[in-house]
Protein backbone atom coordinates (compact mmCIF):
# COMPACT_ATOMS: atom_id res chain seq x y z
CA UNK A 1 0.00 0.00 0.00
CA UNK A 2 1.42 3.75 -1.20
CA UNK A 3 0.84 6.04 1.41
CA UNK A 4 0.02 9.39 -0.01
CA UNK A 5 3.64 11.10 0.59
CA UNK A 6 5.19 8.03 -1.47
CA UNK A 7 2.07 8.35 -3.84
CA UNK A 8 3.16 12.29 -3.96
CA UNK A 9 6.35 11.42 -4.98
CA UNK A 10 5.41 9.00 -7.62
CA UNK A 11 3.28 11.12 -9.77
CA UNK A 12 6.16 14.16 -9.10
CA UNK A 13 8.75 11.77 -10.56
CA UNK A 14 6.19 10.80 -13.67
CA UNK A 15 5.92 14.24 -14.62
CA UNK A 16 9.56 14.63 -15.29
CA UNK A 17 9.51 13.15 -18.59
CA UNK A 18 7.58 16.49 -19.53
CA UNK A 19 10.50 18.68 -18.29
CA UNK A 20 11.62 20.23 -21.49
CA UNK A 21 8.44 19.93 -22.95
CA UNK A 22 7.33 23.97 -23.55
CA UNK A 23 4.23 25.29 -22.72
CA UNK A 24 2.59 25.67 -25.67
CA UNK A 25 2.62 22.25 -27.06
CA UNK A 26 1.60 20.89 -23.25
CA UNK A 27 -1.28 23.29 -24.04
CA UNK A 28 -1.92 22.27 -27.47
CA UNK A 29 -2.30 18.42 -26.32
CA UNK A 30 -4.57 19.29 -23.19
CA UNK A 31 -6.51 21.46 -25.06
CA UNK A 32 -6.81 18.75 -28.19
CA UNK A 33 -7.19 15.75 -26.40
CA UNK A 34 -8.36 16.59 -22.73
CA UNK A 35 -11.18 14.57 -22.19
CA UNK A 36 -12.87 17.75 -20.11
CA UNK A 37 -12.77 19.95 -22.91
CA UNK A 38 -16.83 20.18 -23.93
CA UNK A 39 -17.16 21.47 -20.55
CA UNK A 40 -14.89 24.31 -21.34
CA UNK A 41 -15.91 24.73 -24.72
CA UNK A 42 -20.18 24.70 -23.81
CA UNK A 43 -19.63 26.11 -20.63
CA UNK A 44 -21.73 23.48 -18.21
CA UNK A 45 -21.27 21.82 -15.36
CA UNK A 46 -21.62 18.03 -15.32
CA UNK A 47 -24.21 16.57 -13.30
CA UNK A 48 -24.43 13.52 -11.60
CA UNK A 49 -27.63 13.16 -10.10
CA UNK A 50 -28.10 12.20 -6.27
CA UNK A 51 -24.80 13.07 -5.65
CA UNK A 52 -22.17 15.63 -3.65
CA UNK A 53 -19.46 14.89 -4.95
CA UNK A 54 -15.89 15.96 -2.97
CA UNK A 55 -13.01 17.68 -5.19
CA UNK A 56 -11.30 14.43 -5.16
CA UNK A 57 -14.69 12.42 -6.13
CA UNK A 58 -14.88 15.30 -9.12
CA UNK A 59 -11.43 14.68 -10.53
CA UNK A 60 -12.08 10.99 -10.64
CA UNK A 61 -15.32 11.27 -12.16
CA UNK A 62 -14.15 14.03 -14.85
CA UNK A 63 -10.76 13.08 -15.44
CA UNK A 64 -11.64 9.30 -15.91
CA UNK A 65 -10.39 8.05 -19.24
CA UNK A 66 -8.49 11.37 -20.09
CA UNK A 67 -5.51 9.84 -22.31
CA UNK A 68 -3.98 13.40 -21.10
CA UNK A 69 -3.77 13.87 -17.56
CA UNK A 70 0.05 14.03 -16.68
CA UNK A 71 0.09 16.77 -19.47
CA UNK A 72 -2.64 18.40 -17.60
CA UNK A 73 -1.25 18.18 -14.14
CA UNK A 74 2.35 19.74 -15.72
CA UNK A 75 0.64 22.29 -17.38
CA UNK A 76 -1.07 23.19 -14.18
CA UNK A 77 1.98 23.47 -11.89
CA UNK A 78 3.94 25.19 -14.10
CA UNK A 79 1.18 28.29 -14.67
CA UNK A 80 -0.87 27.59 -11.31
CA UNK A 81 1.76 26.37 -8.96
CA UNK A 82 0.33 26.67 -5.48
CA UNK A 83 -2.22 28.81 -6.16
CA UNK A 84 -3.96 25.85 -8.30
CA UNK A 85 -7.89 25.86 -8.13
CA UNK A 86 -10.60 23.18 -8.64
CA UNK A 87 -9.72 19.82 -10.64
CA UNK A 88 -7.30 20.13 -13.14
CA UNK A 89 -5.00 16.49 -13.87
CA UNK A 90 -7.21 14.26 -12.17
CA UNK A 91 -6.46 15.35 -8.90
CA UNK A 92 -7.92 17.90 -5.92
CA UNK A 93 -5.90 20.95 -5.06
CA UNK A 94 -5.26 19.97 -2.59
CA UNK A 95 -3.42 17.11 -3.67
CA UNK A 96 -1.86 18.98 -6.27
CA UNK A 97 -0.38 21.47 -3.52
CA UNK A 98 1.07 18.53 -2.06
CA UNK A 99 2.43 17.45 -5.73
CA UNK A 100 3.31 20.47 -6.52
CA UNK A 101 5.76 20.77 -3.23
CA UNK A 102 7.71 17.64 -4.54
CA UNK A 103 8.14 18.69 -8.27
CA UNK A 104 8.91 22.22 -7.25
CA UNK A 105 11.60 20.35 -5.30
CA UNK A 106 12.67 18.05 -8.46
CA UNK A 107 13.04 20.90 -11.11
CA UNK A 108 14.76 22.77 -8.40
CA UNK A 109 17.70 19.68 -8.26
CA UNK A 110 16.53 18.70 -5.44
CA UNK A 111 15.70 15.29 -6.16
CA UNK A 112 15.61 12.05 -3.99
S1 LIG B 1 -6.93 15.60 -16.79
FE1 LIG B 1 -9.02 16.21 -16.30
S2 LIG B 1 -8.93 18.45 -16.23
FE2 LIG B 1 -7.13 17.75 -17.35
S3 LIG B 1 -7.66 17.75 -19.52
FE3 LIG B 1 -8.06 15.70 -18.71
S4 LIG B 1 -10.21 15.71 -18.12
FE4 LIG B 1 -9.56 17.83 -18.31
Do not use: H
Request: charged share 30%; aromatic share 8%.
Amino acid sequence: MVNPDEYFQVVAADLDRFAEVPDNVLLEIVTTDGACMWLVATDEEPEWPGEELTDREAAAKICAGCSVRRQCLELELRTAGAETLGVWGALSEEDRRAVYTVWRARRQGERP
